[in-house]
T-cell receptor
Framework: AAGVIQSPRHLIKEKRETATLKCYPI?????VYWYQQGPGQDPQFLIS???????DKGSIPDRFSAQQFSDYHSELNMSSLELGDSALYFC????????????FGEGSRLTVL | AQSVAQPEDQVNVAEGNPLTVKCTYS??????LFWYVQYPNRGLQFLLK??????LVKGSYGFEAEFNKSQTSFHLKKPSALVSDSALYFC?????????????FGTGTRLLVSP
């Protein structure tokens, strides 16, 4: 079965650079979520989209933005990168009316030097 | 706000012994509870969920969890641990208050199964 696809899997950037992460949800899933997991931390919710509209917002810095496109894939854009942005970024998808589980991708590891 | 707590940073158990990873929850309304497992540098894999129905929920890889409303707990259990079960385990609750249903995770418990 198709899973959530994230790219790139690994990314190395310098401070103050920008980075873009991509997420392709499971087909027919209408909701996408972005999470950030710092070293030794639990995943923290950043932002979610339902039917291409932002549906919820968590602890996402103002330097970050995200959107969901017409084909339902989503991109997380990060600017003015800081050392503290180094983390594993997960995307997850689900059907909104489903109270079941979220399906997670393998994550994108961002390292800021 | 919905939340879950995992009181143990690490649980150590010998292979073949039963294991329990604890989770307590705080929710308004009906709880939607989940367990996920994370192996090093990997994504979060779904293990099991409680939405409604039987208090004992069976999931993947021989894991089960018991929903206890009076104790507001949702402990993860396995009758006989394997070395390959060593991983990071997260309890989570689905925040349905806003209608947008994101998952809120606990702080995680590292399970170490020794041979």
């Amino acid at each position: 079965a198709a899973g959530v696809i994230q790219s790139p899997r690994h990314l190395i950037k310098e401070k103050r650079e920008t980075a873009t992460l991509k997420c392709y949800p499971i087909p027919r899933h209408d909701t996408v979520y972005w999470y950030q997991q710092g070293p030794g931390q639990d995943p923290q919710f950043l932002i979610s989209f339902y039917e291409k509209m932002q549906s919820d917002k968590g602890s996402i810095p103002d330097r970050f933005s995200a959107q969901q496109f017409s084909d339902y894939h989503s991109e997380l854009n990060m600017s003015s990168l800081e050392l503290g942005d180094s983390a594993l970024y997960f995307c997850a998808s689900s059907l909104r009316e489903n109270t079941g589980e979220l399906f997670f991708g393998e994550g994108s590891r961002l390292t800021v030097l | 706000a919905q939340s879950v707590a995992q009181p143990e940073d690490q649980v150590n158990v010998a292979e073949g012994n039963p294991l329990t990873v604890k989770c307590t929850y705080s929710v308004s309304g009906n709880p939607y509870l989940f367990w996920y497992v994370q192996y090093p540098n990997r994504g979060l894999q779904f293990l099991l969920k409680y939405i409604t129905g039987d208090n004992l929920v069976k999931g993947s890889y021989g894991f089960e969890a018991e929903f206890n409303k009076s104790q507001t707990s949702f402990h993860l259990k396995k009758p006989s641990a394997l070395v390959s079960d060593s991983a990071l385990y997260f309890c989570a609750v689905r925040d349905v208050n806003t209608g947008f249903q994101k998952l809120v995770f606990g702080t995680g418990t590292r399970l170490l199964v020794s041979p």
